[in-house]
């Protein structure tokens, strides 16, 4: 199988029935001849998605603490279709509170799902990619990743994390023609958004005078009604009919409504500003011979 085209492509995509993942999905058997492997914790949710039954997806229950049964689902996934040139890493969830209100189990809980299960699906794939030298990883952050605001702090800093991954996986492995990036999105029109503004997304220890669930509700409810939702058709058709077969990519894609721009435009400005008003003082720390 030639890796390169585009008509030959075997996509992995990890939680595959969340809102982002299915819109690429849906957007990639636009072309009959592209297959997909699709993850998820829960089999049944997979059988209830409407590509299920299509001949050229593969859906795979996954445990995302286990190394070797992520391995088992990659290797699987190449004997099924015969090849694995595309990876997204999309599974995920948000919290929502204080930092000091996270218990150790919910940051446990959130990194596993962000970080450590998106790190050992690179490992799994990286040796099939290194010998075709040919691939694309795909690890989906976010805004928050950039910009991390009040309560918001235990999401954005294993975004965060995800984003400095990416980086220097795609520096590691430029050598094997294996392209990485990360999507970081602004706001996409999802169940991931319902779910943000929900008592479930309340981390499990509230401390009063954080007062977070009447403060995030405060925060969050006038901000969603204003705020510019982008369409997760337009962001998959971004994603698979352009970026997955580019030559180079950035280790940043921002994918988002302008208001994304906007945000990371701040984020510049404040660093930049940081860095004019301490460069001078800050630096006067040279060892003296």
């Known amino acids: 199988m030639d890796s390169g085209t585009q008509d ?17 999905i849906e957007k990639i058997f636009a072309n009959p001849n592209c297959k997909v492997a699709g ?6 949710k997979i059988e209830k998605l409407s590509f299920a039954n299509n001949p050229n997806f593969l859906g795979l229950e996954i445990d995302i603490k ?17 090849d694995l040139t595309h990876v997204v890493n999309c599974a995920g969830y948000a919290v929502v509170g204080a930092i000091e209100e996270g218990t150790e189990q919910d940051y446990q809980d959130l990194f596993e799902s ?17 010998s075709k030298k040919f691939g694309y990883i795909f690890n989906v952050g ?18 965060s994390a995800l984003n400095s991954i990416s980086q220097g996986l795609g520096a590691d ?13 602004g706001h996409f029109m999802t169940n991931f958004q319902n779910h943000v503004v929900s008592e479930n997304a309340l981390v499990s220890n509230m401390i009063p ?37 580019q030559q180079e990519l950035p280790y940043n894609l921002f994918i988002g409504p302008k208001e994304t721009f906007i945000g990371v435009d701040r984020k510049i400005k404040d660093l930049q500003d940081q860095v ?12 003296e011979k």
């Open 276 to 287: 004019t008003s301490q460069r001078e003082f800050n630096s006067n720390v040279v060892l």
């Open 173 to 185: 492995v430029k050598p094997f023609n294996i392209k990485v990036t990360c999507l970081v999105l």
């Open 8 to 24: 030959n492509r075997v996509w992995y995509i990890t939680g595959c029935t969340s809102g982002v993942a299915q819109a690429l």
């Open 39 to 44: 993850t998820s914790r829960d089999i049944k």
């Open 66 to 82: 286990n190394e070797q049964n992520i391995k088992d689902s990659v290797e699987k996934t190449i004997k099924h279709f015969g």
């Open 114 to 130: 962000l970080v450590f299960y998106p790190l050992r699906v690179i490992r799994s794939v990286l040796p099939h990619m290194r």
């Open 142 to 159: 976010s805004i928050a990743g950039i910009n991390a605001h009040p309560r918001y702090g235990a999401y954005a800093s294993a975004k």
């Open 209 to 245: 005078e954080y007062d977070t669930q009447n403060f995030w509700s405060k925060m969050i409810t006038p901000f969603m009604k204003i705020l510019t939702q982008g369409d997760v058709k337009k962001l998959a058709d971004l994603v698979v009919n352009h970026y997955a077969n």
